[in-house]
């Protein structure tokens, strides 16, 4: 009982807390820095400001050289140029609408699901191969080459995927990238609450898909901004060439290439692709920041 | 590391000790679960990247036009890259020059930069994590830059320095070889900060918060003894990936210099390993010479990827 008096009010010791913040640091060091930050951040801000103004200027203004910083009277009329080309195509603009939703969505779920099952193999349990299966995945990384792409083609030509939907989805779902992300991740996590999930008499899979992966929102968050921007770039390019089948990208840049004509649309259309990675992007960070992340653990 | 088992044993049969492979056998068949998890994602990963890397590996001891079957030269292409070919030798000094310059700055800035933006709070983490990663999804962003250094005096630099009487005639920032490598260095450092640092967020974002609490109650002073104390022994995993990315971003740069000074540069000044695989791969058709290329490239990569590790092996856990 004499154990068991008043246990140490830890709220009490912080010297400040607060949600989602760092305990030690003065408001005037946090000034300092969101003043650096801020004037970073001009720059790297700029590009994607410049290409929305630009989407909205008027052909008069477009060719104004220099180009200005700001647009004089703003105007939708790209945007609606750009809708009324898209509505003349040859297979309906909703198709290829479909066709780019229907791929990011597919090749999302599926990556996030095939790297989380693999990465927390490959972080958290050690059975013959763990290393080589490791070695293979920064190796890979390192890679590049200008002729795998043919090699690439040969394969997915073998089995018979040119011109289906399978050569957009499934050369996209297995990256290094990705699971060498979440494996870096998923190795923090504390080996006790593996152990313990095993002694609850919980398997592999559902010790990674119940105790670890809701331990990783941060990763996973960075995980879908990543693969939903390489998804939704899709281009298809010389796997796929029948119409049905092209995604938004490829028909976009197919309108741009009208050239200078068209330069209001380029910007239009740049625009237009830009907004569903950015959505995507604020609302995963925005569920991530909200708590920082513990360990499960509570004592 | 406790050795994880993931299935329990139901009947826990005598291990044969005697032979290795017994005991491999044994340990596959107990890690049974993970092999099957594991099997989606290693059956498309073999089949889409494994297999046709594999495949062109031989390519760079063919010549091969895509046309006509390759034909086997053995190492010929390999000696004509380091005897003959004067124009590799510039790049191969270009690339490491690159390398040097862009990797391990823009590996300390992107971290720095997500350090600084870990101590704001939640909504300006969002708003500046948004900011600072805007340059990867806007596409071709650093066309922009071509406004800012162009040659003539419309240029956003040049009609600056004109204005302030520092340069009294327009300077040619990407066709003079003095500026070219230069601007380009410092374009190329603007756009490297893009998934290396989103991975980086995500390692801070991912730190127990427990930890800076006992740190509090430890006596830590400041932001500066939090970080060395305590993020950075636990971000290692995260530091190892963004590691990683810089070292592929920086010796596979070409795609800036190409864009901003042309493909070939003036005088190849700007002119990378890749520039050359590429120049070759899709410019000449010489498919087999353009492997040979990317395979230099590839070990020059694995020794400095092997380097780092276990430089920051040292400092993490």
């Known amino acids: 009982m004499a154990r068991r008096k008043k246990p140490v009010n830890i709220e009490k010791v912080h010297v400040k807390k607060s949600k989602g913040k760092h305990i030690n640091g003065s408001l005037a060091g946090d000034i300092c820095i969101f003043i650096l930050l801020a004037l970073l951040g001009i720059f790297m801000i700029f590009p994607l400001y410049y290409s929305i103004i630009q989407s909205f200027k008027p052909i008069s203004e477009l060719f104004v050289f220099p180009p200005k910083l700001y647009v004089v009277a703003p105007t939708g009329e790209n945007f609606s140029n750009l809708f009324k080309v898209a509505g003349n195509l040859w297979v309906p603009f909703s198709r290829y609408v479909f066709n780019s939703v229907f ?36 190796t890979a990384l390192l890679f590049t080459s200008t002729a795998t792409w043919i090699m690439q083609f040969v394969v997915m030509a073998k089995m018979g995927m040119i011109n289906t939907y399978w050569a957009l989805i499934l050369p996209n779902v297995a990256t290094s990238m990705g699971l060498y992300l979440m494996r870096q991740n998923m190795s923090t996590i504390n080996d006790s609450i593996i152990d313990a999930a095993k002694v609850d008499g919980a398997g592999a899979f559902r ?12 990763a996973i968050a960075t995980l879908i901004i990543f693969v939903f921007q390489a998804a939704w770039n899709v281009q298809g390019g010389a796997l796929v060439y029948e119409e049905d089948l092209k995604t938004l990208p490829t028909i976009m840049s197919q309108i741009a290439a009208a050239g200078i004509a ?38 | 590391m406790a050795k994880v088992k993931t299935e329990t044993e139901k009947k826990p049969k005598p291990i044969n000790t005697q032979s290795k492979w017994a005991y491999t056998w044994h340990l596959v068949k107990r890690n049974q679960a993970c092999y099957w998890m594991m099997l989606p994602f290693f059956a498309l990963f073999t089949i889409f990247t494994v297999v046709p890397v594999v495949m062109s590996f031989p390519l760079g001891l063919t010549s091969f036009n895509l046309v006509q079957f390759p034909k086997f030269i053995g190492l010929q292409n390999f000696y004509s890259l380091f005897v003959n070919d004067d124009i590799f030798l510039i790049a191969i ?29 939640p909504f300006f983490k969002v708003f500046f994590t948004f900011v600072f990663y805007a340059p990867s999804m806007t596409p071709s962003a650093f066309v922009i830059w071509q406004l800012v250094f162009s040659g003539d005096s419309y240029g956003y630099l040049n009609s600056v320095l004109l204005d302030l009487g520092i340069l009294t005639q327009a300077a040619q920032w990407l066709t003079d070889t003095t500026y070219m490598m230069t601007v380009v260095i410092i374009v190329q450092l603007w756009t490297s900060m893009g998934a290396g640092f989103l991975a980086l967020r995500a390692g801070f974002q991912g730190i127990d918060a427990s930890l800076y609490e006992a740190g509090a109650i430890e006596g830590i002073q400041n932001r500066f003894q939090e970080l060395f104390t305590i993020t950075i022994p636990a971000m290692g995993p995260s530091l190892l990936f963004a590691a990683v990315l810089a070292i592929s971003g920086a010796f596979t740069v070409g795609g800036v210099g190409a864009s901003l000074c042309g493909l070939p540069s003036t005088n190849y000044a700007v002119h990378t390993v890749m520039n050359h695989a590429q120049d070759y791969g899709s410019i000449r058709y010489e498919m087999g010479y353009a492997s040979a290329i990317c395979m230099v490239l590839f070990v020059v990569m694995l020794i400095f990827n092997k380097l780092i590790r276990n430089v920051l092996s040292k400092y993490t856990d």
Not at chain 1, 207 to 218: A, E, G, Y
Not at chain 1, 279 to 297: C, D, H, K, R, Y
């Open chain 1, 103 to 138: 791929i990011t969505i597919v090749i999302t779920v599926l990556h996030v699901f095939v790297c989380c099952c693999c990465a927390y193999c490959l972080s958290k349990c050690r059975f013959p191969g763990y290393n080589f299966l490791n070695q293979l995945i920064v």
């Open chain 1, 207 to 218: 010790t990674c898909w119940q105790v670890v992966i809701p331990n990783q929102k941060p």
């Open chain 1, 262 to 299: 068209r330069q209001g649309i380029i910007y239009a259309s740049a625009v237009v692709l830009m907004i569903p990675p950015l959505v995507i992007f604020l609302i995963a960070q925005s569920n991530v920041m909200e708590t920082m992340a513990n360990s499960g653990m509570k004592d």
């Open chain 2, 93 to 121: 000094k270009n690339t490491l020059i690159f390398a040097i310059f862009t990797g391990p700055f823009s590996y300390v800035l992107s971290f720095l930069l997500a350090w600084l933006i870990n101590e704001m709070n």
